[in-house]
């Protein structure tokens, strides 16, 4: 049998004496017993009561619940009843227990403030234990909390004699459903069964998460508040598809509507990478054109699949980068204007920037002095307000991009120059038909002598962002290029938006930055090729092709037909 103790804490019952006995026995310096029963036995307490003081008070021992020292001289008493208890097993007036065939015996063991003793089921046994707790009670002073003490007698200890074995003791018998700290005391084969509850509760606590509790704090409520515009500007970025639901995930690039419509039986418990062709970063255009209707399937078609075959990502789908930005002082300034104060409408439009952020910092070092215990200057409120209003202004600022430092001497180039010799140009841009519902773009490659030596015209079907375009005619020029094994190869494009995250480290997880990281894998393939940017008017001659690129969309047109071709393109 296993008799669960439950002793009453030290600060209760601990003598002095006894206390002072083990510290000598365990070897304690004399200097550091002193310490230790100076702070138990000479303590006094003061009460003021009507402005006069009462007292002294003094207790007979001095801990109360809470003393840091309480749980260590628990330690040193419960160190008292084990040396007892070893020197009854060695005069076998008690034995333990094994676990197994072989292991060591165990006669008892503590756990904070309970004690497990192991011993026969029988009424010696019970007897001798009895008298071990008389002993050690008289020594130390402690008591055993009968109430919250139990036995528990294994599966073949007969009715009678746990009912002698309980009546000797004074202690009740743990029933089966008893536990400790939540678990069941007692374990027997059947775990899965028994441990079962654990798993419920669990799933009842994270199915808790789906709704705001009865008394939630301000934290959980802003998040719940934000949850409905969160959920409205997330987007699903298709990489490989396996981890996206073709129905029930918001992954189509269309503003109002990102769901699928299409009902075909097919498409239930199906995932994305269902529609692609097997082990390629292609969509299966005739299986997708046979189980949607001609709104999904033209909205599918027109994602740029990643050809690293990237795991799928949540975006944000107002920002190119796909990160969702916190615009906070831009929706704070807005509604400041609308405000009526007699002191804002005195400022002009300077002067209300600054006296905004000078409000936003100074609630922002209010919450540091609230919650993080930091030291404000008023150079320091001044400080962040100055930085909050350049942050302002830049997000204001249409143009302003956080990599534009990433620019060359050798961008914006305003005149077509040939390129050295050994070395080749290609000139990139792309174009977006309406009426057919498809994108194109044309990449022309030219020599030191300005003569065209090859030009692709490629057409895809579904209407794509202006920068997706462009950015999938770079990809397109970049896999060109090693496919031709190509060397020392400059390419040039119209689009800003396109060089600069192409040079930038900047990670970016939206189908954009998606087709942006295509790009410099490629980059990092090839040998001596440069992406330019350059301005309109040097692009005019591609740009000129990209627009009639419709009527010769997905040829490879050489030198040697530059002519005939682009003549006929120029009459159209």
């Known amino acids: 049998m296993a008799v669960k103790m439950d002793m009453r804490k030290a600060y209760d019952r601990v003598e002095c004496g006894f206390l002072q006995f083990m510290l000598r026995k365990l070897r304690f310096s004399d200097h550091w017993i002193m310490l230790v029963m100076r702070c138990v036995s000479l303590v006094s307490y003061k009460i003021i009561a009507s402005g006069q003081d009462i007292g002294p008070i003094i207790p007979s021992r001095g801990l109360r619940q809470g003393d840091p020292l309480s749980p260590y001289l628990f330690i040193l008493c419960a160190e008292g009843l084990s040396l007892l208890i070893k020197d009854y097993e060695r005069l076998g007036k008690i034995r333990g227990c094994k676990v197994a065939r072989g292991a060591p015996i165990i006669s008892h063991m503590f756990f904070t403030d309970d004690t497990y003793v192991f011993c026969k089921a029988n009424e010696e046994a019970a007897c001798n234990v009895m008298e071990l707790l008389r002993w050690f009670q008289q020594a130390s002073g402690q008591q055993i909390n009968v109430n919250k003490s139990t036995i528990f007698f294994s599966s073949n200890t007969r009715a009678d004699e746990r009912t002698r074995v309980c009546l000797r003791m004074g202690i009740f018998e743990a029933g089966d459903n008893s536990t400790y700290l939540g678990l069941p005391n007692i374990v027997g084969r059947n775990k899965t069964a028994l441990l079962g509850f654990l798993k419920e ?61 299409s009902t075909h039986p097919a498409l239930v418990d199906q995932r994305v990478q269902a529609l692609m062709v097997p082990e390629q970063s292609e ?248 992406v330019l940017f350059v301005k309109r008017s040097t692009n005019s001659v591609v740009h000129f092709l990209a627009r009639a690129s419709y009527s010769v969309a997905d040829r490879i047109i050489r030198s040697y037909d530059v002519t005939s071709d682009f003549l006929n393109v120029g009459g159209s």
């Open 201 to 261: 509760r669990l799933r009842k606590k994270i199915q808790g998460w789906e709704e705001l509790g009865h008394n939630p704090n301000f934290v959980w409520r802003s998040i719940f508040e934000a949850k409905d515009l969160v959920k409205e500007g997330a987007r699903v970025r298709i990489g490989n598809g396996s981890m996206t639901r073709i129905l029930a995930d918001t992954w189509l690039p269309d503003e109002d509507n990102p769901r699928i419509i």
């Open 283 to 530: 969509w299966d255009v005739e299986l997708i054109n046979d189980v949607m209707n001609a709104r999904d399937a033209a909205l599918i078609l027109s994602i740029p699949l990643n050809s690293r075959r990237q795991n799928d990502a949540w975006y944000w789908r107002l920002e190119s980068s796909g990160f969702h930005l916190l615009r906070v002082l831009i929706g704070f300034y807005n509604k400041i204007e609308r405000v009526k104060c007699s002191m804002l409408q005195k400022l002009d439009g300077e002067q209300k920037k600054v006296s905004v952020m000078t409000c936003w910092a100074s609630w922002r070092i209010r919450n540091d002095v609230v919650w993080n215990k930091k030291a404000p200057t008023v150079a320091g409120v001044l400080i962040l307000a100055q930085y909050c209003l350049e942050q302002w202004e830049k997000a204001q600022d249409k143009q302003h991009v956080p990599w534009a430092a990433f620019l060359t001497d050798v961008d914006a180039a305003e005149i077509w120059h040939k390129p050295a010799a050994g070395t080749l140009k290609i000139n990139v841009d792309a174009a977006l038909f309406a009426a057919p519902g498809v994108h194109s773009f044309v990449c022309v490659a030219r020599d030191s002598s300005g003569a065209s030596v090859e030009t692709v015209s490629c057409c895809r079907p579904g209407l794509v962002a202006p920068e997706m375009a462009e950015v999938m005619g770079v990809r397109e020029a970049l896999s060109w290029i090693k496919k031709k094994s190509w060397q020392n190869i400059i390419v040039e494009t119209d689009s800003l938006t396109v060089v600069q995250p192409i040079r930038s480290p900047l990670e970016m997880v939206s189908y954009f930055g998606s087709v942006i990281f295509d790009c410099k894998t490629l980059l990092e393939e090839l040998i001596g090729v440069s």
